[in-house]
Each structure stands twice: as structure tokens, then as C-alpha cells.
């Protein structure tokens, strides 16, 4: 079974030590080092990594966040590179499930906050895998979106999300959509069609989790 979680996290890793830990990330005000230490963060520490998704921990996830960001670099993303077998997220038997995605997106954080950057070719195989993860990621991104959200993927598929009303269509491959959905919209290669105010606002939208 191809390891695709495995070959982005590999992907990643070297891109994060070829750029240093000062370079930006599409996530608003991270660097390369922030980002490191959220990756740690969610594999290593179970007692601050509720703070990603839950409110109430935030403030303990930060800290620990910080606290992780201010090591060495390199030790960092060696650490990033070699996952512990315990770590109940990337473990053999949960790698693909709970990082083929995660990984993804984070070494495209990197590459998109470059200058001249341009979409990669996935492997048809990645494609088919990120597209069984859309239908999930549309219902929760767009559940309060005030329109009907047909989203396609030509040669995958089709599903509709959001509240209904007005009428959307966001078009791309696999792998744009999921960026798309998960915040990432003004570096998602894809096509929204629609009146123009529906449209201006899912692509300004605070689509993710």
C-alpha cells in the first residue's frame, strides 16, 4: 500500500531544513519553526494537543507550543522526520489514516508561502485518497455557509454541502478542494462559480475547524 503520509512527512522535513526556521508558512504569522513544534505538539504531547481543536485548552496547547518552538531546529525536524511508535497518531497501524492529510497540507503551507510556487503533480493514487477525505471536510467547513456548495472533482466526483439558499460551485482536483476547505483558499487552485457576492464570500469565508 503506497505510504503517502510517510513520503509528505519526508517531504516536508527537508523542505523545513533547506528554508531554516524563519521562513513563512501560509498560515498567518508561522514560520517554518512554529509549524515544527505544532507537528510535535499533536504527536507527542496528548496533554496539549486538545488545545488545537478545543477552545478551553488553547491556552495550554500555546504554551507548550512556545515552549517546544524555542529548541533547537534541526532537533526539531528530526523529531517531525521520526514520529514515536506510541504517539497515538502516527503509530504504523494510524499513519495513513490520521497524517496522509495532515502531512499534505502542512508541506503545502510550506511550499505556497514561496514565491513562483505551482502545483505538484500528485501521484493518481493520492488523488483518489484525498478525495474520500473531501465529502467529510465539506460537511464540516461549510455546515454554516448560507448556500448550497456543489463541489466537484472531475474524474472523482461530485457532493453538496453547506445551509442551501443561493447556489456555489467550487471545481478542482482532490487536493486543491482539500486545501480550499481547510482555510486555505487564496492559494487553492480552484474554480468558484456563482453570483458574485456568494462567491466573494466562501472564497473570503473561515472555512476549517
Do not use: C
Request: a positive charge; hydrophobic letters at 40%.
Amino acid at each position: 500500500m503506497p505510504r503517502y503520509a510517510r513520503a509528505e512527512r519526508e517531504a516536508l522535513a527537508d523542505l523545513m531544513l533547506e528554508l531554516g526556521p524563519d521562513a513563512p508558512t501560509v498560515n498567518e504569522g508561522w514560520t517554518t519553526r512554529d509549524l515544527a513544534a505544532h507537528l510535535l505538539v499533536r504527536e507527542r504531547r496528548p496533554d496539549a494537543a486538545g488545545g488545537i481543536l478545543l477552545p478551553p485548552l488553547r491556552e495550554h496547547g500555546e504554551s507548550v507550543r512556545r515552549r517546544i518552538a524555542a529548541g533547537p531546529y534541526p532537533e526539531l525536524v528530526a523529531r517531525v522526520r521520526r514520529p514515536p511508535l506510541w504517539s497515538p497518531v502516527s503509530n504504523p497501524l494510524t499513519d495513513e489514516l490520521a497524517n496522509g492529510l495532515e502531512f499534505f497540507i502542512h508541506h503545502e503551507d510550506v511550499r505556497r508561502a514561496r514565491p513562483g510556487w505551482h502545483p505538484r503533480d500528485l501521484p493518481a493514487g493520492q488523488q483518489r485518497v484525498l478525495w474520500k477525505r473531501v465529502g467529510l471536510l465539506a460537511r464540516m467547513a461549510l455546515r454554516r455557509f448560507p448556500a448550497e456548495v456543489l463541489v466537484q472533482a472531475p474524474g472523482h466526483g461530485e457532493l453538496r454541502a453547506g445551509r442551501g439558499g443561493g447556489r456555489l460551485r467550487v471545481v478542482g482536483a482532490p487536493g486543491e478542494l482539500v486545501l480550499f476547505l481547510t482555510g486555505r483558499q487564496r492559494v487553492a487552485r480552484v474554480q468558484v462559480d456563482g453570483p458574485g457576492e456568494g462567491a466573494d464570500r466562501l472564497r473570503a469565508a473561515e472555512l476549517g475547524f
